[in-house]
């Protein structure tokens, strides 16, 4: 089992960037693939990216790719989304997700772990 905090997120005008961080407990965080999900008011959960166990493949959303960075630290139990030019549209509670390895990260569902979420606002 893992637990998830994220942090990082906060109010950034059009543009600019944020980094987002979601901790994991346990030692068994390199079995994990890592997601980054993001939900909007009144809007379905969208994925935002993944990265696999080690590192060396990440996959991204359609509408952040370019722009956002996906990346992981195992030995600091962490996992990483950089957030470049953002845009008013990217505001939403950004969450992070754990799912044992194995499945390719283009199937986005399911994932069992999930952290509470940290609020990303975007002002135009």
């Known amino acids: 089992q893992v637990q998830l905090v994220e942090s990082g997120g906060g109010l950034v005008q059009a543009g600019g960037s944020l980094r987002l961080s979601c901790a994991a407990s346990?030692?068994?965080?390199?079995?994990?693939?890592m997601g980054w999900f993001r939900q909007a008011p009144g809007k379905e959960r969208e994925f935002v990216a993944a990265?696999?166990?080690?590192?060396?493949?990440?996959y991204y959303g359609d509408s952040v790719k370019g722009r956002f960075t996906i990346s992981r630290d195992n030995a600091k139990n962490t996992v990483y989304l950089q957030m470049n030019s953002l845009k008013p549209e990217d505001t939403a509670v950004y969450y992070c997700?754990?799912?044992?390895?194995?499945?390719?990260?283009?199937?986005?569902?399911?994932?069992?772990?999930w952290g509470r979420g940290t609020q990303v606002t975007v002002s135009s």
């Open positions: 990265v696999n166990w080690s590192g060396g493949s990440t």
């Open positions: 346990g030692r068994t965080f390199s079995r994990y693939d």
């Open positions: 997700a754990a799912r044992s390895t194995g499945l390719s990260l283009s199937y986005t569902a399911p994932y069992g772990y």
